[in-house]
């Protein structure tokens, strides 16, 4: 197989990554090859050993099922399994909660625990609490627990909810800057517009963001959608390549109010949301991937797990607190396509103003009580530039 150099430099230190850590997270930017990276060291370090991986949803599930199969036995768990884990595979796929009892079984056999997306890791509810306390309790001895994530952090209001309690260490494997020069990432290149009449005060961020029941109706009241659709009719006309956008909404009725005004220009859009059947999303997003479809429009479903390399417009309508939620929407249009020179990123939410370009955003495993409070202030990261 052949490895890009930050992969291969991973591989060539991973003996000694693996005698300081147990516990690590493998970090890299979105369209980087994580899941190449995992394939490869299941091949080079645990070949025939027993291993798990583990993600949080049925679509990532089927992806790591595919690219893991080519060269691995691998079966993936399903709910209705029983019995003892690894009989006649190495490679056990499951969601977290899939059949608790086997995945139980496999966790204290396990040489080796891979999670994707491990961001999304919660020390401190239901979904991988148990998994983390069983690894702790009861693992093999000299296993290894790895998360693979683009951005390895988690900003709750609870203290007892950090990735530090998961995790020991995160290995840096690649920036966005270097993958750019590589040529593996396209340059983001971004347009910011604040919204005047988008009132936020008096929302409670108590849960560590904006609540969805509170933040849309401000969006629908304000002119934020109309934002939107002006700055995306304007620069889809400037690209050389014909523009495939993502659109990044708060929830449903902020996608339907946008998905309207996208389709009074005469463009081709759709909308996919958690609630879409996997079938009729698969089939709408293989249309977009093809360019039949030009704008998707998406709630909760395409900041993880979404692969479309043409995508060359990225458009944001969920003002958040959450950096992990910026870096990974926005990092979905930075694959780099044969004929893509870059991709527009057209901000109405005032996040590149909060947090900055996602190729500068720094991760910790641990955050302060309250750290997201900073982020209220939608002028964070340019008070911070003006500060330096």
């Given amino acids: 197989m052949h490895l890009r150099n930050w992969q291969q430099k991973i591989i060539d230190s991973f003996p000694s990554i ?20 995992a394939s490869e060291i299941v091949e080079r370090f645990y ?3 027993k291993i798990i991986v583990l993600c949080h949803r049925l679509v990532l599930l089927e992806q790591l099922e595919k690219a893991l199969a080519e060269s691995h036995n691998v079966r993936k768990l399903s709910v209705s399994d029983t019995g003892p884990a690894f009989e006649d595979y190495d490679i056990l796929l499951s969601t977290n909660m899939r059949a608790k009892a086997t995945l139980t079984d496999a966790v204290g056999k396990a040489d080796l625990i891979i999670v994707d997306e491990a961001h999304r890791v919660s020390p401190n509810r239901r979904g991988y609490k148990w ?4 690894f702790s ?28 309690l998961a995790f020991d260490a995160i290995i840096d494997c690649a920036n966005i800057e270097d993958l750019i020069e590589e040529g593996v990432l396209v340059r983001p290149v971004y347009r910011p517009h604040f919204v005047h009449d988008l009132d936020l005060n008096g929302i409670d961020i108590s849960s560590g ?12 009241k304000s002119s934020m959608i109309d934002y939107a659709v002006w700055s995306y ?12 956008s993502a659109w990044f909404c708060a929830d449903v009725s902020v996608a339907e109010a946008t998905l309207g005004r996208i389709r009074q220009l005469g463009i081709e859009a759709a909308m996919v949301t958690a609630k879409t059947p996997i079938k009729e999303r698969m ?18 479903v395409l900041a993880e797990g979404w692969d479309n390399p043409q995508c060359n417009i990225i458009v944001h309508l969920r003002p958040t607190l959450s950096k992990v939620l910026w870096g990974q929407s926005v990092g979905r249009g930075l694959r780099s396509a044969p004929g893509k020179e870059k991709c527009i990123v057209i901000d ?26 900073k982020f209220v202030n939608r002028f964070n990261w340019i008070g911070e530039q003006q500060d330096d």
């Fill in 18 to 37: 693996i005698s300081q850590h147990h516990r690590f997270i493998l970090k890299a930017p979105t369209g980087a090859g994580k899941t190449v990276l």
């Fill in 47 to 49: 070949k025939g050993k």
């Fill in 131 to 134: 998994i983390i306390d069983d």
């Fill in 137 to 164: 309790a009861r693992g093999k001895m000299g296993a290894q627990f790895i998360g693979l994530t683009a951005s390895p952090e988690r900003r709750t209001a609870d203290q007892r909810d950090q990735l530090n």
């Fill in 209 to 220: 963001d904006f609540p969805v029941s509170k933040l849309a109706p401000a969006i629908i």
């Fill in 233 to 244: 009719s304007d620069e889809r006309l400037k690209l050389s390549a014909k523009p495939i």
């Fill in 283 to 300: 089939k709408l997003l293989a249309r977009h991937e093809k360019g039949e479809i030009e704008a998707m429009v998406s709630v909760g």
């Fill in 348 to 373: 109405v939410s005032s996040n590149w103003s909060t947090f900055g370009p996602v190729e500068k955003l720094k991760w910790r495993l641990w955050s302060n009580r309250g750290s997201y409070m």
